[in-house]
Protein backbone atom coordinates (compact mmCIF):
# COMPACT_ATOMS: atom_id res chain seq x y z
CA UNK A 1 0.00 0.00 0.00
CA UNK A 2 2.24 2.59 1.03
CA UNK A 3 4.77 1.83 -2.48
CA UNK A 4 1.51 2.41 -4.30
CA UNK A 5 0.55 5.94 -2.79
CA UNK A 6 4.59 6.62 -3.09
CA UNK A 7 3.95 5.75 -6.64
CA UNK A 8 0.95 7.80 -7.17
CA UNK A 9 2.72 10.69 -5.37
CA UNK A 10 5.36 10.42 -7.56
CA UNK A 11 3.59 10.38 -10.44
CA UNK A 12 1.07 13.20 -9.57
CA UNK A 13 4.34 15.51 -9.18
CA UNK A 14 6.16 14.93 -12.20
CA UNK A 15 2.19 15.50 -14.50
CA UNK A 16 2.28 18.99 -12.13
CA UNK A 17 5.73 19.37 -12.87
CA UNK A 18 5.45 19.00 -16.51
CA UNK A 19 2.15 21.42 -16.74
CA UNK A 20 4.39 23.93 -15.15
CA UNK A 21 6.94 23.68 -17.60
CA UNK A 22 4.62 23.57 -20.18
CA UNK A 23 3.45 27.22 -18.69
CA UNK A 24 6.96 28.13 -18.70
CA UNK A 25 8.35 27.57 -21.92
CA UNK A 26 4.91 29.17 -23.47
CA UNK A 27 5.63 32.57 -21.11
CA UNK A 28 9.54 32.68 -22.32
CA UNK A 29 8.10 32.22 -25.84
CA UNK A 30 5.83 35.56 -25.58
CA UNK A 31 8.42 37.42 -23.95
CA UNK A 32 11.27 36.44 -26.50
CA UNK A 33 8.19 37.54 -29.27
CA UNK A 34 7.64 41.22 -27.27
CA UNK A 35 11.58 41.01 -27.10
CA UNK A 36 11.69 41.04 -31.06
CA UNK A 37 8.64 43.91 -31.05
CA UNK A 38 10.76 46.20 -28.60
CA UNK A 39 14.03 45.89 -30.19
CA UNK A 40 13.74 48.52 -32.50
CA UNK A 41 12.83 51.05 -30.43
CA UNK A 42 15.08 49.99 -27.91
CA UNK A 43 18.10 50.40 -30.75
CA UNK A 44 16.78 53.97 -31.51
CA UNK A 45 17.40 54.97 -27.72
CA UNK A 46 21.19 53.17 -27.93
CA UNK A 47 19.88 50.66 -25.12
CA UNK A 48 21.48 47.56 -24.70
CA UNK A 49 18.38 44.82 -24.89
CA UNK A 50 17.90 42.63 -21.81
CA UNK A 51 19.10 38.91 -21.80
CA UNK A 52 16.41 35.97 -21.52
CA UNK A 53 17.80 33.41 -19.20
CA UNK A 54 18.45 30.03 -20.37
CA UNK A 55 15.33 27.35 -19.39
CA UNK A 56 16.36 24.83 -17.12
CA UNK A 57 15.16 21.80 -17.93
CA UNK A 58 13.02 19.87 -15.46
CA UNK A 59 15.62 16.69 -15.53
CA UNK A 60 18.04 18.90 -13.82
CA UNK A 61 16.08 18.38 -10.59
CA UNK A 62 16.10 14.80 -9.70
CA UNK A 63 13.50 13.69 -7.33
CA UNK A 64 15.19 11.30 -4.81
CA UNK A 65 12.28 11.12 -2.33
CA UNK A 66 12.99 9.63 1.08
CA UNK A 67 10.06 9.05 3.09
CA UNK A 68 10.31 11.01 6.40
CA UNK A 69 9.09 7.51 8.48
CA UNK A 70 11.36 5.54 6.85
CA UNK A 71 14.01 7.82 8.79
CA UNK A 72 13.33 7.00 12.15
CA UNK A 73 12.87 3.02 12.08
CA UNK A 74 15.56 1.05 13.75
CA UNK A 75 15.22 -2.28 12.72
Do not use: R, W
Not at 30 to 54: F, H, R, T, W
Amino acid sequence: MKEMCKENMVTSLLKSAHELEVYAKEAEFGCAKLMQVLQPMLLSYEEDLPQIPEAVSLTAYPLDYTAPESKFLFF
